[in-house]
């Protein structure tokens, strides 16, 4: 068993004050006293981007950290995930923001979130058959999670990536969303 040393000790705490909306100020200021610590440190990057792109706080400040992470770890498939988000929220370029989304896809092709973001895009691009090979086949992973017993780790992950909370039923709520996609193309999911 290894012990965690102060700075992964207060890192986690912050994580668990943000995720679960206890103290996401208290969260903020502590992601960023482990950035001045670490600066390079791709996991507080990541944190404290998540943290100002939170109700959309600091949209052009989160994707400046992300991108620090992905210069510091180009691996981080997470990092791209939520870089998708944040330059949407931005309005970037829709073909930019396609690349984007396939490459994290390409390289993590079991993870649903980068998919529900490819199948938005595609949908925003008019691409309805795009769309629905994503929609068919995050629904094809929400079956094989759910089979394996790793949905409920899945969407503490998805709460983590995404800031949602996660309830008793995320996955009836998760289930909902991918309907609600197949049934309203136009303009993305509520998510």
Known sequence: MSVMSDFEHRLANAIDAFVAASDPDGAHEAFRECLRE??????????LARSYSFNK???ERAAELLMRALEVDPSRAECKSMLVGVL??????LQELLNLAKQ???ESPDWIIPRQQLATLYDMA?????????I????????KHRDSGRFGSFSYYEACITGRHVTANAEQEYL????????NRAGGPPF
């Open 38 to 47: 670490q600066p390079d440190n791709p996991e507080v990057l990541f944190w």
């Open 57 to 59: 706080v600091d949209s």
């Open 88 to 93: 949407l929220d931005m309005e970037r370029p």
């Open 104 to 106: 994290v896809v390409s």
């Open 126 to 134: 008019g691409d309805e058959t795009a769309a629905n090979e994503e």
């Open 136 to 143: 068919e086949a995050v629904v094809c992973l929400m079956k």
């Open 176 to 183: 909902n969303r991918v309907e609600w996609l197949r049934a």
